[in-house]
C-alpha cells in the first residue's frame, strides 16, 4: 500500500497547486486546503487495487475533486462564481458526462437541502463519483455487490469522526437525529474486521485505520455517558452556523 498511497497524495497534491488559484486559495487557507486534499487521497488509494498505480493515479485526482468541491460549498457557501470555476475544472479533468452530471447533482441536492437519510445518501453518490472517476466502478461493484449501501456505510464513518465539528459548524451529520443508535449500530454490524477485510483487503491502508478508528469511537457514543459527554462537549464550542453546507466525501485520513 505505500506505492499506492504514495501516488495518490503525489497526484492530489500536484492537481491541487494547479488550481489552487482558480479556487481562490488565499494565503491562510492553503495549508488546509492541501492537507484536506492529500487527506483524501491517502484514504481513496485504499478504495482501488493495491498494485494499480492508474487506479492509485485516479484516487489522488478524485481526493482534489472532491477537495474542491468541499471548498465551494463549505468554504464558499455555494458562491455562483465559485460553482462556475468548480464545473470549468470538473469538465476539464472528467471527460464522462455523466460522472460530472453526478457531482453537480449532489451540488443541487446540497443547495436545496434536499438530501436524504439524513445525508447519507451524500456517500453513496460520491463513492460512485470517487470509483468511477478511478474508472473501478466496475471491479468494485463486482467484488462488493451494492456500492451505495458500501457508500452510505462510509458515511457514517465520516459523520461519527466529523460530529462535533459538524454539529459545531450547523453542517448536517447523521449523528444529530434521532436515528443515530441505529447508524452507529449499522457501521458496527455492517462493517466488522470481517467485512472490513473482504472490502478492503486486510491489509494497514489509511482507509482501514480510519473505519478502525470511527468504529472505536461509534462503540464510546453507544454508552449514555459517551454521548452525553460529547455533547457537552459540542455545547460549549458552539459559536452558531458557519454554512449551511456539509462535509461530502466518503471519508477524511486526518481525524
Known sequence: MIMSHTIASLS????????????AIQGGEWKRYLKKSISFGLCYAGLGNKISSREAWNAGEAAFLCC????VTDWRCFDRES???????LRAMVPSVELQNLAIGLYEKEQSHKLEDNG??????????VLGKMQCEADRDAAWGDIDKIGR???IVDDVLDY???????????LSSSRREIYLTQLLKELSDDAVN?????????LVRV????KQKAETFLTKEGFLQEDANVVSAKKGPICASSSTHPIEANK
Request: net charge neutral.
Open 12 to 23: 492530489a497534491l500536484m492537481r491541487s497547486i494547479q488550481y489552487g488559484s482558480a479556487l
Open 68 to 71: 474542491a468541491y468541499d471548498v
Open 83 to 89: 460553482r462556475r470555476v468548480f464545473e470549468e475544472i
Open 120 to 129: 447519507l445518501d451524500r456517500g453513496s453518490i460520491a463513492l460512485r463519483f
Open 153 to 155: 456505510l462510509l458515511q
Open 164 to 174: 462535533e465539528e459538524d454539529v459545531v459548524r450547523g453542517e448536517t451529520n447523521c
Open 198 to 206: 473482504r472490502l478492503f483487503g486486510n491489509n494497514n491502508s489509511i
Open 211 to 214: 473505519i478502525i478508528r470511527a
